[in-house]
């Protein structure tokens, strides 16, 4: 079983009953967040970029929870590699096997917001699941290489202007043909102001048969429920 619930943005967290895996972090100054990031236990943080709204409060968690930070190895080590706080390097292509399961890095077609990082996703395999994490990005046509991962879950940013919009998070789904799809980055600021509303009239003509669940700020799904 695993529980993930989105709190915000593009943070959200991981549950398979033992472990806990939280994404890109950013609850203070987020309008829409859900909790405080005093109020987060997380085990594990995993930041896709080193843009401000996907950075967030990690160092603050990551301190309090003990929490290990994993990404792209020059990010990781950039800024957080003299904090103390023990990462989990990694690069794109690559699995690291952890105590939940693993994470492989895939691509991302974003800035890195770090020098000579690339931004990228996550496929995380945790709780017998494997969810797709895409972080900041374009369609891309190696989207359908995530096809043979299996994806059970997949997290889509639709808000446009920085990632891709509804239209073509809707065209990835069909190229990841996941169990579920969950939209994200979209509505926390005037410039990705929209509804998921969009988004999901597009899985019913680009993605049709691929289910959708569109969550809340503080909503949890479990899969499978
Ligand atoms: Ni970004
Ligand atoms: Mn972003």
Redesign the pocket.
Known sequence: MLKITFLGHACFLLDDGTYRVLTDPFLSGNPLAAVNSGEVETDYIFVS?G?G??VGDTEEIAVRCSAEVGGPVELTGSLFGKSGIKTIPGNIGGRTYLPFGSVKLVPAI??S?VPGAL?CGFIFEIGEKRVYFA??TALTKDMELLRDEGIDVALLPIGDV??MGPEDAARAAWMIRPGVVVPMHYGTFPIIEQTADRFVECMQTAAAGIPVRVLAPGESLEYPD
């Open positions: 970029h843009h709204d996907h974003h800035g917001g931004a972080g900041d920085y990632t």
